[in-house]
């Protein structure tokens, strides 16, 4: 009948497409091959090699904890006023309420200059008796502000001028998460006079109180430790009052400050701050027989 049932000699069957005749509907080839092309192209893009970049470059940030050192935090039911005392630092606040201790962790090997300056200021009491004048709600807390006022931290002696305000290495890492531990620069505070002194040394500092992470804070302030214990201490001075003006008085003072009175940013200086205070009763090392630990992950 012009058939045989006997494969003829020649390619393997998976070629064999090519002895048989054209096909009747060549438009399915066009489809597919177009079809195919456009498959293969994004998967051909897909199994390139990301590009080099000077990021990828950099070596990772050594977050080893090298010293620890604590910080415990109380209440004054009353305001802070000094007492006729011969010391230089008499007890501001004899009724206090303990509220804990923090458990700090320093990025030694990160920041050094950063970590002895803040490791000073403990050892040396410096922070004792101080206190926490700021309260962003769900942000974080600042405390060591300089000052002559009761509460306010005098100018330290002493300590190192810090260049690593001027690194950007020292910026890398970010507010991520509660409990991180860092050089309070762009929100500082301290007196111009003192700001001008060629002595100056910054030591304010803030800690982060979640929930979530502070993105403004990022590549402006200098996270230089974490939290290692005391992250409910942190918690409950958050959940301090704080004094917050109306949006109408807000406006007005925005307004005042277009206009340069003055008044204005004394006025502003009152915002953020805690209704009741919370202070630094204690402060200082802690001596372990291997330090260098990792950072806690928080789950």
């Known amino acids: 009948m012009g058939y045989s049932v006997t494969t003829p000699p020649g390619p393997p069957p998976i070629l064999s497409n090519h002895h048989h005749p054209p096909n009747p509907n060549p438009k399915s080839i066009t489809h597919l091959t177009r079809r195919s092309l456009l498959l293969s192209a994004p998967l051909s893009l897909t199994l390139q090699p990301p590009p080099s970049s000077a990021a990828a470059s950099l070596p990772p940030t050594d977050t080893t904890i090298t010293d620890r050192v604590f910080m415990d935090f109380s209440l004054c039911p009353t305001y802070f006023r000094p007492l006729s005392s011969p010391d230089s630092k008499p007890a501001l606040c004899p009724d206090s309420l303990p509220l804990g201790r923090l458990v700090l962790g320093l990025y030694g090997h990160h920041v050094p200059l950063t970590v002895s300056n803040f490791k000073s200021m403990c050892t040396s009491s410096a922070y004792k008796g101080t206190l926490v004048h700021k309260l962003f709600p769900g942000q974080f807390f600042l405390a060591g502000h300089q000052g002559d006022k009761p509460?306010?931290?005098?100018?330290?002696?002493?300590?190192?001028?810090?260049?690593?305000?001027?690194?950007?290495?020292?910026?890398?890492?970010?507010?991520?998460?509660?409990?991180?531990?860092?050089?309070?620069?762009?929100?500082?505070?301290?007196?111009?006079?003192?700001?001008?002194d060629p002595?100056?040394?910054?030591?304010?500092?803030?800690?982060?109180?979640?929930?979530?992470?502070?993105?403004?804070?990022?590549?402006?302030?200098?996270?230089f430790g974490s939290v290692l214990e005391g992250l409910d201490v942190v918690t409950a001075i958050a959940a301090i009052p704080t004094y917050r003006p109306s949006e109408k008085i807000q406006q007005f003072n925005d307004f005042a400050e277009f206009l340069g009175d003055e008044r204005a940013v004394n006025a502003r200086a009152l915002w953020n701050k805690p209704l009741k205070t919370v202070y630094i009763s204690d402060c200082g090392e802690l001596n372990v027989a291997k330090p260098s630990l990792s950072p806690p992950s928080l789950p």
């Not at 002696?157 to 409990?179: C, I, Q, Y």
């Not at 002595?199 to 403004?216: A, K, Q």
């Open 199 to 223: 002595d100056y040394r910054n030591v304010e500092f803030l800690i982060t109180s979640g929930p979530g992470p502070c993105p403004d804070l990022d590549y402006k302030n200098i996270v």
């Open 151 to 196: 509460g306010d931290v005098r100018r330290p002696m002493g300590l190192a001028r810090n260049t690593e305000t001027v690194d950007s290495k020292a910026f890398a890492l970010t507010h991520s998460r509660p409990g991180l531990l860092s050089l309070n620069l762009s929100e500082n505070d301290d007196e111009d006079d003192i700001k001008l």
